[in-house]
């Protein structure tokens, strides 16, 4: 029996679900094993009835507190999909600047309904986390058949630098950057760091890290503080080890 899905996007820029529907050469079978309810991006079905939900964005408006109170009455397994689901993520950077002040000069004179940007766990029960910014499809579509199949869901529970060392690249903390690959959860391949570009922490931190090491580490190469507050900051999904910054 095909799994009902349904796909609803909230404050974000839909990113992750169009890692979905662009890989073309996995879609038709992908496709096969569910039954689309709701998903605007691929379809003009809308159903209330769907096994699972897919939650994509951070919550920021009050209207979409209720439709996502209404979407958990309806959803066997709620997703949190992607980074700003699962943490708030870019988005969480407006809680930092005083709203009004910012909106009034943005768009002077008018008034805009925003609050401070949650993640879906602060509403409502999450049944699984798949973060990414955006999500791995390859990892989507494991994750999706595994639920199909009734197996066992996992994520990587070791870090970047696991993948970064793989794929024979220099690190980056030996060019004088700070990555956060040695604390955030893997599965993304260390695309960033392949790139030279350091690790921002979006698929947030890998199981048991090392938080005062990694501070040490940073601190003993006398890099940043300001720059590691910033990229600990960015997609919000170190809040937890907040205490143990800089
Ligand atoms: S997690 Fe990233 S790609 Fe996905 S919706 Fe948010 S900003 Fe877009
Ligand atoms: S570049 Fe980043 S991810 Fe790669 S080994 Fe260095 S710290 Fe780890
Ligand atoms: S390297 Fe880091 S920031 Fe880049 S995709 Fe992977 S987890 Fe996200």
Redesign the pocket.
Known sequence: MKLKIASFDFTCCEGCQLQLTNRESTLPDFLDLLDIRNFREISSEQHDDYDIALIEGSISRQDEVERLLAIRQHAKILVAFG?CACFGGVNSLKNSFPVEETIEEVYPGMKIDTLPVRKVSDIVKVDLSI???PVSKEEVERIVVSLVTGSLVTLPQYP?CMECKAALDTCLFELGEIC??PI??????????TGK?P?????GAAEEINMTAFLDLVHERKLSKADLKEKLAF?NAFEAFRSNET
Do not use: D, E, F, I
């Open positions: 980074t973060p990414g910014c970047v956060l690959g955030t959860r893997a599965g993304c391949n260390a695309v960033c760091p570009t690790c921002l922490g979006c698929r997609y």
